[in-house]
């Protein structure tokens, strides 16, 4: 069965510094993954997707995945944060077929000034 | 409209009460999703419908009645729901299940 682990349900950066938010999978077989962002009383908005194209994935307000298969992993990066990132994000891995995506925990990540 | 809706976006009601949540599609998607999201706690997938029929059903108390008259339409009927049913609800859809999700902005549901 696939899982999805994020690591870290806070991650708290200053404006302007790294932010790199970890999500590792398990699945069967190649998997789909996903990256989506809720803020606060909304619904969650995709930020971007692996489906077996380049590992390196770009999405949208500057952030950007890759793809690690001998790490299983798929950890959301972005080079500057900005105050209007802070919010939650979620990792999801769907294997390939018919078969729904499976959400990770969340992370929160807190922006200071 | 575009994408996915939901209406109410707010809705108290009694234990006692009837109520129905409403999702709608714009997206063309043949798969529809009816997510519960509480405080501290991770999504919980409730159903699923694909090509209208109802595929999956993870274990939702009968208080909940999830129907889906067609593949943009989807709805959430809600009678003697308990103080602990309050959370947000979110309805998505796909394109297949194995696909990207797209979300609504939720229903804040608060039972008194």
């Known amino acids: 069965a696939q899982s999805v682990t994020q690591l870290g349900s806070h991650v708290s950066v200053s404006e302007g510094a790294l932010v790199l938010l970890r999500c590792n999978y398990s699945?069967?077989?190649?998997?789909?993954l996903f990256w989506y962002v809720q803020y606060p009383n909304q619904g969650l908005q995709l930020l971007l997707k692996?489906?077996?194209?380049?590992?390196l994935v770009k999405g949208i307000n500057g952030f950007e995945a890759e793809f690690k298969k001998s790490e299983t992993s798929f950890h959301l990066t972005k080079p500057s944060a900005h105050m209007s990132d802070a919010a939650e994000y979620f990792c999801?891995?769907?294997?390939?077929?018919?078969?729904?995506?499976?959400f990770g925990t969340g992370t929160r990540l807190l922006v200071s000034p | 409209e575009t994408g996915v809706t939901q209406t109410p976006r707010h809705l108290v009601m009694g234990m006692t009460n009837k109520k129905s949540l409403k999702c709608e599609q714009h997206?063309?998607?043949?798969?529809m999703y009816w997510y519960k999201q509480s405080a501290k706690k991770p999504l919980e997938l409730m159903f699923v419908?694909?090509?209208?029929?109802?595929?999956e059903n993870n274990s939702v108390p009968s208080r909940f009645s999830p129907e889906c008259p067609n593949s943009s339409h989807l709805f959430l009927h809600l009678h003697t729901l308990q103080p602990e049913d309050s959370a947000l609800y979110l309805c998505?859809?796909?394109?297949?299940?194995?696909?990207?999700?797209?979300f609504g902005p939720g229903t804040r549901l608060t039972v008194t």
């Open positions: 998505a859809s796909s394109q297949g299940t194995s696909y990207e999700q797209y």
């Open positions: 699945s069967s077989v190649p998997p789909y």
């Open positions: 692996y489906t077996s194209a380049a590992t």
């Open positions: 999801a891995v769907s294997p390939r077929g018919f078969q729904k995506l499976v």
């Open positions: 997206l063309g998607h043949n798969a």
């Open positions: 419908y694909s090509l209208e029929e109802r595929v």
